[in-house]
């Protein structure tokens, strides 16, 4: 580590957590759902009926209430978990303000 | 977000009746010209405890309401000032880029009697904020791994910023699925388009390829995977200094989800531009902030939508290149009218145009496009040129054994012979197609390829090399290339135009920066932009410059933006 010993980890990381979670919660796909287009299978998905340590489909932004999502097809548990599971927003595409993740 | 959702389908609407409309934010109206460019509308001084008075600080203001906002940069004093014919009066929110300070929530109230003043005191950033405020040439400048590794990671930029990889806690294992999973989604697609090729299906049923997995094994070496916090110190650039801090930056806001790709200046100031990932042409008012969108008709529902190339005809009219939808739009300006014509495989496979130039259609009344993602795996990429009155498509092919010449950038010349430019790390040759005879020709360039370009008036092409971070310039009359190294380690330089008189203007996709290069003597200028951004596409404006040099219009591919840099000295 050559970070600044004043830094606090857990600050790094609660600062990730607003960069990611706080963003993906203000994006819900039913807010922002991009036209209809294909999806891909759950085996591509590497799609699982059950949570992957703490991510579950429920939290993902690409997740559609009660069972969808908007990359993968067919019914979605929101206790599922597939290798898209994110908690970016997807507004955020990387080109965040200054200090400020999102858009 | 509902907004847009609704703006969605009122387009979808429109697109049956080819007609635009105008969607009409808050306006504060910019002043059309500088009449008064000597009194300033709001002054002050930036400085820190750790610096004193801070040089190149951007500072900008936006009015409370509007879509648009106002940069200015701090000068060697810390001083900076807003000029009267940019501000008009009412509340304005002040805000700053200086990596590693941050500014309290701010405010100023700009008059019409005497020139508004404040003082900007920046606190030092805390760790977590500096790498918060980190572009991705930043971070590739920051972490360890070597040239190959980090060019390679540049192709994240097509898509999203370097805060997705490194800001994950993937191993390698698990960030190679992720890896191999953006080779099935299509060029165009991003976090909130998550677009999919056809093919996306038996893709993902394969592992992924070893370079897949090498690419995630160095993302697993720079992100969080390992620990709480990255095994590298943050090394920002320095702040802009000298000429670089003599600039007006403006930046619109677009609606939506704009993903505007290419913008380009029409003779009556408006700005046109294409948007990646949805339907529509857009067209931007900037003397108001208005903008139009002028909705496509969708062909092949379920693929993807959107558009990379915008080009304009002498006569005016706009065409863009649709993607997905492999279709060639035409939208006449004075009707709204929007035409389009189909690529001979729109319905086959993935096909999609991407690049389409009419610019010098007027010489041969053809225009030349290509199409990408073609049915045929030997021979995917197809160039051609278009009758413009007949609409048929003529293709052109490569001499026998040479690879498809269609690839990434398409330059028409003076006399509308089309340059293929090919976006490669080991790609050493351009080549142009004539127009008349198909016969190519090719030109070395070391390496690198190219990307994007632009022809100037000596009929000279410039162009520039993503990979290998340059900018070129091929002399048709001497057949040589001179290229120049972007001073700026890993930008993805994308684009750079010449403004015929003195200056190249690029921009990138990594740094934030636009720059301005003298070629006769090598002096590089690079404008900090206010906000982190993905430029792409540049148009030179050429003329109707209060400064008296030219100006640079650009966008912000990933976050909804329009750029004008205005240089305030030559």
Redesign the interface.
């Known amino acids: 580590m050559s970070i600044d010993a004043s830094i606090s980890r857990r600050a790094v990381l609660r600062t990730i957590g607003c960069a990611t979670a706080c963003g993906a919660a203000a994006a819900r796909a039913q807010d922002y759902h991009p036209q209809a287009q294909t999806l891909i299978s759950q085996a591509a998905a590497h799609y699982q009926a059950q949570p992957h340590d703490d991510q579950s489909c429920g939290s993902c932004p690409y997740f559609i209430t009660p069972n969808k999502c908007v990359s993968v097809e067919g019914d979605i548990s929101p206790n599922g978990w597939c290798n898209m599971y994110t908690t970016f927003s997807p507004l955020d595409r990387g080109a965040h303000q200054a200090g400020q993740p999102g858009r | ?2 907004a ?2 609704s703006l ?1 389908s009122v387009l979808t609407s429109l697109a049956l009746l080819g007609a635009g409309f105008a969607i009409t934010p808050v306006v504060a109206t910019l002043p059309a010209a500088a009449q008064s460019q000597g009194a300033a509308a709001l002054t002050g001084n930036v400085s820190s405890a750790e610096e004193g008075k801070m040089e190149g600080v951007v500072v900008s203001a936006k009015r409370k309401g509007a879509t648009f906002m106002v940069s200015v940069v701090s000068n060697a004093q810390g001083e900076f000032s807003f000029p009267k014919d940019r501000l008009v009066p009412g509340d304005y929110d002040i805000t700053m ?1 200086a ?1 590693g300070y ?1 500014l309290p929530a701010t405010t100023a109230t700009v008059a019409d009697s005497s020139p508004a003043q404040i003082d900007l005191k920046l606190n030092k ?5 500096l ?3 980190m572009s ?1 040439s930043e971070w590739m400048q920051s972490a360890p791994g070597s040239n190959v590794e980090k060019t390679t990671m540049l192709r994240c ?1 097509d ?6 990889p490194i ?1 994950s806690k993937k191993n390698a294992d ?1 960030m190679a ?2 890896v191999h ?1 953006m080779s ?1 989604h299509t060029a165009n697609a ?9 093919d ?2 038996e ?3 394969k592992p992924p390829t070893k370079g897949e997995a090498d690419l995630a094994a160095y993302i697993a070496t720079i992100n ?1 995977s390992k ?7 943050l090394k920002p650039m320095p702040r802009p200094k000298g000429k670089a801090t003599q600039v007006i930056v403006t930046t619109y806001d677009l609606p939506g ?1 704009a ?1 505007p790709h290419d913008t380009l200046r029409d003779a009556r100031g408006n700005v046109w531009f294409s948007d990646f ?1 949805e339907q529509f042409i857009g067209k931007l008012d900037p003397k108001t902030g208005e903008t139009t969108q002028y909705p496509v008709p969708i062909s092949k ?5 959107g558009s990379l190339m915008l080009t304009m005809d002498k006569e005016g009219m706009i065409w863009e290149g649709m993607m997905g939808q492999a279709q060639v739009a035409k939208l006449d300006p004075k009707t709204g009218k929007v035409d389009i014509l189909l690529a001979p495989e729109w319905d086959k496979g993935d096909t999609r145009f991407t690049m389409i130039d009419a610019l010098h259609s007027d010489v041969d009344g053809k225009l030349w496009t290509k199409t990408n993602g073609g049915p045929d795996p030997k021979h995917a990429n197809k160039l051609y040129q278009v009758d413009l009155k007949t609409g048929a498509f003529k293709e052109f092919l490569p001499p026998p054994g040479r690879r498809d010449i269609a690839a990434y950038g398409l330059v028409t010349d003076l006399d509308n012979n089309v340059y293929s430019l090919d976006n490669n790390f080991d790609q050493k040759q351009i080549w142009r197609t004539d127009a008349k005879t198909g016969e190519v020709h090719y030109i070395d360039v070391v390496n690198g390829g190219g990307r994007r370009g632009h022809i100037d008036s000596q009929n000279r092409l410039w162009f520039s090399q993503f990979y290998t971070n340059r900018y070129g310039m091929y002399d048709p009359k001497t057949d040589k290339v001179t290229q120049f190294q972007v001073p700026t380690p890993f930008a993805g330089a994308y684009d750079v135009q010449y403004d015929d008189v003195k200056y190249a203007w690029g921009a990138d996709m990594s740094t934030d920066l636009v720059q301005r290069l003298d070629p006769v003597t090598g002096e590089w200028t690079a404008y900090l932009l206010p ?4 430029t792409r596409h540049v148009d030179v404006q050429k003329t109707d410059n209060p400064y008296g040099t030219s100006s640079v219009w650009s966008e ?5 933006k329009i750029v004008h840099v205005e240089p305030t000295t030559p």
Do not use: Y
């Open positions: 977000m509902k847009s959702s969605r880029r990596i941050t950033a805390t760790h977590e904020q790498a918060l405020q991705n930029l898509c999203h910023g370097f805060q997705r800001f698990e699925l992720v999973r099935a991003s976090p909130d388009f998550p677009f999919f090729l056809t996306a299906n893709t993902l049923a969080l620990g709480d916090d990255w095994s590298f110190p989800l993903a990932q529902p379920g693929f993807p939508t906000i982190s951004i993905n912000g591919q990933q976050n909804g």
